[in-house]
């Protein structure tokens, strides 16, 4: 991609909590094909998984994202038990997991890096709070920049970069495509995590009144932006691989802390998204 942004492939990795063990299969099969980036967009778990994709050889990401979700610190960030979850919200007074294992985690593959200094160009997107905007970082330390992007309100606090306030970015572009055609992509490569499949329903409990609305929002959104993709561009949305239940569950939105299943969504993935490659593009992709 052209220091302007013209041209060439961008990959966009949307939000999904621990869903986002996918996008690991996804990027394993598109190296497979031989399909590279130019441009890394990622929101939350895809700026996580973004991060580590602009950061290492293209041959090393999926391996090294493989260890990552599998790691201690991985699967203690939300491993807090109900005394614990009630603990670190009495302690914290606004989130129920502390968010330093998921710090630990990411710093342990990107160290000190620099926006700026990745070896492939990449941005990630969080909530401002005290301008109510949808930022972008592109510059500065990507620790700081996933952990805003990342920081899931009511699960983990919000995060402080040079003095101001951010949340998970979800909350304003779940799966920032529209972004990824702004800056002037060629063909872009849809990593998203399958729940925008799943057909919503009314809420009939409390606490499913906010989710239901978070879902219309994220999904309102990136549907306008698949709408307004314009002729030229070319947009692959890749599969998960997994059938999911017939429609949106918030059951199964609250188990957010089952990071036990990684290991079968990332398989899966692979698998579906090396087909969709072979049979879209002709590419070699598969094993």
């Known amino acids: 991609m052209d220091d302007d942004g013209a041209g060439g492939t961008a990959f966009v990795l949307g939000g999904g909590g621990v869903l986002g063990a996918v996008q690991v299969g996804m990027l ?4 497979d094909a031989g399909i590279r ?3 890394v967009l990622g929101t939350s778990v895809g700026a996580l998984n973004g991060a580590v994709l602009a950061a290492v050889e293209p041959a090393e990401a999926a391996d090294r994202l493989d260890a990552l979700w599998s790691s201690p610190d991985a699967r203690a960030l939300f491993a807090a038990g109900t005394f614990g979850r009630l603990r670190e919200l009495a302690r914290s007074g606004v989130a129920a997991h502390s968010a330093s294992p998921l710090r630990r985690a990411v710093t ?3 160290g000190e890096r620099r926006i700026e200094d990745l070896p492939v160009r990449f941005e990630c997107c969080a909530a401002g709070i005290e301008d109510a905007s949808e930022h972008w970082f592109d510059r500065g330390p990507v620790v700081d920049a ?6 899931v309100p009511g699960l983990l606090p919000p995060a402080v970069v040079d003095g ?5 970015g979800g909350l304003v572009n779940s799966i920032p495509l529209g972004r990824a055609v702004e800056l002037g992509a060629a063909r872009v490569f849809v990593l998203q995590v399958g729940r925008i499949a ?3 329903r009314p809420p009939r409990r409390p606490w499913e009144v906010a989710m239901v609305a978070f879902e219309i929002a994220r999904r309102h959104r990136y ?3 698949l709408a307004a993709v314009p002729d030229g561009v070319e947009v692959h949305v890749l599969p998960t691989g997994g059938s999911g239940p017939p429609r949106w569950d918030s059951r199964a939105a609250l188990r957010y802390r089952d990071v036990g299943a990684a290991g079968d969504r990332i398989a899966a993935a692979y698998e579906a998204s090396a087909t969709h490659l072979r049979t879209h593009l002709g590419t070699g992709g598969g094993r």
Request: glycine content about 0%; proline content about 7%.
């Open 28 to 31: 394993r099969a598109l190296t």
């Open 37 to 39: 980036p130019d441009l």
């Open 108 to 110: 342990e593959v990107l």
């Open 146 to 151: 996933v952990m805003a992007s990342a920081a």
């Open 164 to 168: 101001r306030h951010y949340l998970d």
């Open 198 to 200: 799943q057909p919503l």
């Open 223 to 225: 549907a306008r932006d």
